[in-house]
Protein backbone atom coordinates (compact mmCIF):
# COMPACT_ATOMS: atom_id res chain seq x y z
CA UNK A 1 0.00 0.00 0.00
CA UNK A 2 1.12 3.85 -0.83
CA UNK A 3 0.00 6.93 0.13
CA UNK A 4 0.67 9.76 -2.03
CA UNK A 5 -0.81 13.25 -1.99
CA UNK A 6 -3.40 12.97 -4.46
CA UNK A 7 -5.02 16.10 -7.25
CA UNK A 8 -8.55 14.81 -6.84
CA UNK A 9 -9.00 13.63 -10.22
CA UNK A 10 -8.99 10.16 -10.49
CA UNK A 11 -12.45 8.60 -11.03
CA UNK A 12 -11.84 6.22 -8.27
CA UNK A 13 -11.40 9.04 -6.08
CA UNK A 14 -14.06 10.57 -6.75
CA UNK A 15 -16.49 7.92 -6.67
CA UNK A 16 -15.03 7.50 -3.08
CA UNK A 17 -15.31 11.24 -1.88
CA UNK A 18 -19.01 11.43 -3.64
CA UNK A 19 -20.39 8.12 -1.41
CA UNK A 20 -18.60 9.34 1.61
CA UNK A 21 -20.42 13.30 1.04
CA UNK A 22 -23.58 10.91 0.70
CA UNK A 23 -23.31 9.08 3.43
CA UNK A 24 -22.54 11.63 5.68
CA UNK A 25 -25.92 13.22 4.76
CA UNK A 26 -27.36 10.38 5.30
CA UNK A 27 -26.59 9.19 9.00
CA UNK A 28 -26.30 12.77 10.43
CA UNK A 29 -30.26 13.82 11.04
CA UNK A 30 -29.05 17.75 10.32
CA UNK A 31 -27.91 18.72 7.15
CA UNK A 32 -26.10 21.83 9.12
CA UNK A 33 -24.33 19.30 10.76
CA UNK A 34 -22.19 17.61 7.92
CA UNK A 35 -19.33 19.55 8.09
CA UNK A 36 -17.40 17.02 5.20
CA UNK A 37 -15.70 18.92 1.95
CA UNK A 38 -17.42 18.16 -1.14
CA UNK A 39 -14.73 18.09 -4.47
CA UNK A 40 -14.34 22.18 -4.60
CA UNK A 41 -13.50 22.29 -0.63
CA UNK A 42 -10.89 19.74 -1.00
CA UNK A 43 -9.48 21.45 -3.94
CA UNK A 44 -8.52 24.73 -2.25
CA UNK A 45 -5.17 26.06 -2.12
CA UNK A 46 -5.63 25.49 2.30
CA UNK A 47 -6.22 21.46 1.92
CA UNK A 48 -3.41 18.98 1.72
CA UNK A 49 -5.02 15.62 0.36
CA UNK A 50 -3.51 12.02 0.25
CA UNK A 51 -5.21 8.41 -1.06
CA UNK A 52 -3.78 5.25 -0.02
CA UNK A 53 -3.66 2.80 -2.46
CA UNK A 54 -3.03 -0.82 -3.09
CA UNK A 55 -2.04 -1.04 -6.32
CA UNK A 56 -4.55 0.61 -8.30
CA UNK A 57 -7.28 0.31 -5.90
CA UNK A 58 -8.21 3.46 -3.73
CA UNK A 59 -8.47 1.77 -0.08
CA UNK A 60 -8.76 4.88 1.67
CA UNK A 61 -8.00 9.23 1.76
CA UNK A 62 -8.05 11.90 4.02
CA UNK A 63 -6.59 15.35 4.32
CA UNK A 64 -5.61 18.49 5.99
CA UNK A 65 -7.31 22.31 6.09
CA UNK A 66 -4.89 24.90 7.33
CA UNK A 67 -5.98 27.21 9.42
CA UNK A 68 -2.71 29.51 9.97
CA UNK A 69 1.19 28.08 9.97
CA UNK A 70 0.88 26.09 12.85
CA UNK A 71 -2.85 24.24 12.88
CA UNK A 72 -4.97 22.54 10.68
CA UNK A 73 -7.57 20.34 10.94
CA UNK A 74 -8.04 16.83 9.82
CA UNK A 75 -11.11 15.95 6.83
CA UNK A 76 -12.36 13.72 4.75
CA UNK A 77 -10.79 10.71 6.60
CA UNK A 78 -12.68 7.49 4.73
CA UNK A 79 -11.65 3.97 4.37
CA UNK A 80 -13.26 2.48 1.09
CA UNK A 81 -15.53 -0.38 2.14
CA UNK A 82 -13.82 -3.62 0.92
CA UNK A 83 -10.80 -2.20 2.87
CA UNK A 84 -12.44 -1.93 6.02
CA UNK A 85 -11.38 -2.80 9.88
CA UNK A 86 -7.76 -3.14 7.81
CA UNK A 87 -5.75 -0.54 9.53
CA UNK A 88 -6.19 1.60 6.53
CA UNK A 89 -7.26 4.81 8.46
CA UNK A 90 -4.80 4.14 11.44
CA UNK A 91 -2.59 4.04 8.91
CA UNK A 92 -3.91 7.52 7.37
CA UNK A 93 -3.76 9.03 10.34
CA UNK A 94 -0.05 8.37 11.22
CA UNK A 95 1.20 9.81 7.71
CA UNK A 96 -1.01 12.86 8.21
CA UNK A 97 0.20 13.63 11.34
CA UNK A 98 4.22 12.97 10.26
CA UNK A 99 3.41 14.93 7.04
CA UNK A 100 1.84 17.81 9.21
CA UNK A 101 4.85 17.72 11.73
CA UNK A 102 7.48 17.60 8.62
CA UNK A 103 4.64 21.05 7.41
CA UNK A 104 5.60 22.73 10.55
CA UNK A 105 2.42 22.20 12.06
CA UNK A 106 2.14 21.78 15.89
CA UNK A 107 -1.75 20.75 16.07
CA UNK A 108 -4.32 19.12 14.40
CA UNK A 109 -8.22 19.38 14.78
CA UNK A 110 -11.34 17.77 14.08
CA UNK A 111 -14.87 17.48 13.73
CA UNK A 112 -16.41 14.14 13.63
CA UNK A 113 -19.95 12.97 14.49
CA UNK A 114 -21.95 12.49 17.76
CA UNK A 115 -23.90 9.49 17.27
CA UNK A 116 -23.15 5.76 17.69
CA UNK A 117 -22.16 5.85 13.74
CA UNK A 118 -18.79 7.63 14.39
CA UNK A 119 -17.93 5.26 17.47
CA UNK A 120 -15.13 3.83 15.92
CA UNK A 121 -13.73 7.02 14.16
CA UNK A 122 -14.13 8.49 17.78
CA UNK A 123 -11.74 5.46 18.95
CA UNK A 124 -9.05 5.77 16.60
CA UNK A 125 -8.64 9.11 17.42
CA UNK A 126 -8.32 8.69 21.30
CA UNK A 127 -5.92 5.51 20.81
CA UNK A 128 -4.06 8.32 18.46
CA UNK A 129 -3.83 11.03 21.47
CA UNK A 130 -6.45 12.86 20.10
CA UNK A 131 -8.34 15.08 23.16
CA UNK A 132 -11.89 16.08 23.51
CA UNK A 133 -12.24 20.00 23.11
CA UNK A 134 -14.66 23.03 22.96
CA UNK A 135 -15.19 24.17 19.13
CA UNK A 136 -12.71 25.70 17.04
CA UNK A 137 -12.21 27.66 14.00
CA UNK A 138 -15.81 28.78 12.75
CA UNK A 139 -17.51 25.90 14.26
CA UNK A 140 -19.89 26.42 16.42
CA UNK A 141 -21.29 24.06 19.49
CA UNK A 142 -23.92 21.11 17.70
CA UNK A 143 -24.70 18.24 19.49
CA UNK A 144 -24.21 15.50 16.67
CA UNK A 145 -20.59 16.78 16.64
CA UNK A 146 -17.77 16.31 18.25
CA UNK A 147 -14.34 18.21 18.49
CA UNK A 148 -11.05 16.54 18.86
CA UNK A 149 -7.45 18.26 19.41
CA UNK A 150 -3.65 16.66 19.25
CA UNK A 151 -0.76 19.07 19.89
CA UNK A 152 1.83 17.52 17.45
CA UNK A 153 5.74 17.89 17.31
Same mark, same amino acid.
Given at each position: MEIAIDDLSSPEIIELLHSHLAEMKRVTPREESVHALDLHGLRQPEVTFWSLRDGDRIAGCGAIKRFDA =??? *??? %? &???????? /?? @????????? $??? *?? $? /?? @????? %?? *? =? @?????????????? /? %????????? @??? &????? %???? =??? $??
Open positions: =THA *EIK %S &MRTAASFQ /RR @GVAARLLAH $IEA *ES $I /RM @GLTRL %SL *E =T @GAEDYFAPARALYL /R %SGFEYCEPF @GSY &MPDSL %SVFM =TKA $IA
